[in-house]
């Protein structure tokens, strides 16, 4: 068997380019298909029917840059969280950022007291449109606070990750409370929320996202150099002008972003965050940074935009879960490239 190692830019222009088909298929699946002739029409500005035109632009084609956006910060946050805590398990959810934006949502939606449910709060008037986004976000943001003042008092990264999943277990213990305690609809609309959900983000959301995102990749950027001087280990760092601190907290408040960011808008999704880094180091056999961070996005957004077509494949017309579409294909394919990885 003949085995073609491509030069890396090759794969990283057959990858962007893999993600054009990727989009097509993902904004032409849904409750009723729409075909290419009828997209192609739309985006070169041709006359579409009223219907096509109002489903292509208000759902289909947000929901795909969601998914891709979201692929590109979760893969990147988990390879982030990789490493840092040098753990190929390690991924978004490790220092409790889901934890604690499932937290800032539980408070409105389940301890408020007032029978305000998120579906309610979601499509209120002014402020009350952001009011889920907002929550979530604030619930990351006092996590990753915590497990910032945390990292300067502690300099072990293995203690740091206890404490981390600690944090993120007594925000879950005190979400488990507000279920308790709460009414049967906002409970069952708070567990709609932890699903996971690519679709209703508007474009000024989107916008939003898209400007969080690119602040969190940009951060993550920076950060390629120090990683790699962490792959021949603390010491040799530290010779060569690195700071294990600055290092520890830049990487904390970038993965924080990017994970942050995603749930704020689309709620918990799992799994990408391990599955596309891995996929990355199979991909290319190589433990450079500033090579697997754009293979480990593009491999991230294309794996969303795939949970998304899977998770249209009812013939009812209903929508499966994100979040439990990219557990059944990303834990499989943890396994695979683990079994590979040690071959």
Known sequence: ????????????????????????????????????????????????????????????IPKAIVAILSGVALS??????????????AGPSVLGINSGASLGVAFISLASGMGVGIDTVK??????AWMTIFASSLGASLVMLVILVIAHKVKDNVALLIVGIMVGALASALVGVAQYFSHPDQLQEYLLWTFGSLGGIVYEQIFVLS????????????LCKSMNLMLLGETYAVSMGLSIQKYRILSIVAASLLAG?????????????????????VFIKSSDHFKLLPISAFIGAGGMLICDVFSHISQSGVVLPINSITS??????????????RK
Do not use: W
């Not at 990147?76 to 398990?89: C, E, K, T, V």
């Not at 499509?123 to 009350?128: E, I, L, N």
């Open 261 to 281: 960011s995603v749930t704020g808008f689309c709620g918990p999704i799992g799994f990408i965050g391990i599955a596309a880094p891995h996929l990355a180091r």
């Open 211 to 222: 400007i969080i995102v690119l602040l969190g990749v940009l951060v993550s950027l920076y």
């Open 76 to 89: 990147i946050a988990g390879l982030l969280m990789q490493a840092l805590f040098r753990n190929p398990m």
């Open 123 to 128: 499509y209120m008037s002014g402020f009350g």
């Open 328 to 341: 059944l294909i990303g834990a499989p394919i943890v396994i695979i490239a683990m079994i590979k990885g």
């Open 1 to 60: 068997m003949i085995k073609i190692n491509l030069p890396i830019h090759i794969k990283i222009g057959l990858l962007g380019t893999f993600l054009i088909p990727l989009f097509f298929i993902n904004i032409s699946v849904g409750s009723s298909d729409i075909s290419l002739h009828h997209i192609i029409n739309y985006l070169i500005g041709n006359e579409t029917s009223k219907g096509i035109e109002n489903i292509l632009s208000l759902i289909r």
